[in-house]
């Protein structure tokens, strides 16, 4: 069992920046992979960023490559989204989740957080 937190959303001014945690407890395995999702009201689940616990594979989403950057302290079982120059359309609930193989596609995360709020306003 694997549990998800995470923190650090608010509300900000586009082109501001925000940093969300998410920390990991449980039976956290080094193989898994840890992403970032987002859902805007209205809208599905979309997926932002991944990174491997073991290793330097990263992906993003084309929507926010160039300004956020997802990293983990190994340590202290963290993992970190930097976002950067934050736009209104980013605006969404932020979720942590962790899967056993690498993917993009949310139905393959199989533990999740329970979101924090991310607004940005114009």
């Known amino acids: 069992q694997v549990q998800l937190v995470e923190s650090g959303g608010g509300l900000v001014q586009s082109g501001d920046s925000l940093r969300l945690s998410c920390a990991a407890f449980?039976?956290?395995?080094?193989?898994?992979?840890m992403g970032w999702f987002r859902q805007a009201p209205g809208k599905e689940r979309e997926f932002v960023a991944a990174?491997?616990?073991?290793?330097?594979?990263?992906d993003y989403a084309d929507s926010v490559k160039g300004r956020f950057t997802v990293s983990r302290d190994n340590v202290r079982n963290m993992v970190y989204l930097q976002m950067n120059s934050l736009k209104p359309e980013d605006t969404a609930v932020y979720y942590c989740?962790?899967?056993?193989?690498?993917?993009?596609?949310?139905?393959?995360?199989?533990?999740w957080g329970q979101g924090t709020q991310v607004s940005v306003s114009s």
């Open positions: 990174i491997i616990w073991i290793g330097s594979m990263t």
């Open positions: 989740a962790s899967a056993r193989d690498w993917s993009t596609r949310r139905w393959d995360y199989d533990y």
């Open positions: 449980g039976r956290t395995s080094r193989n898994r992979i």
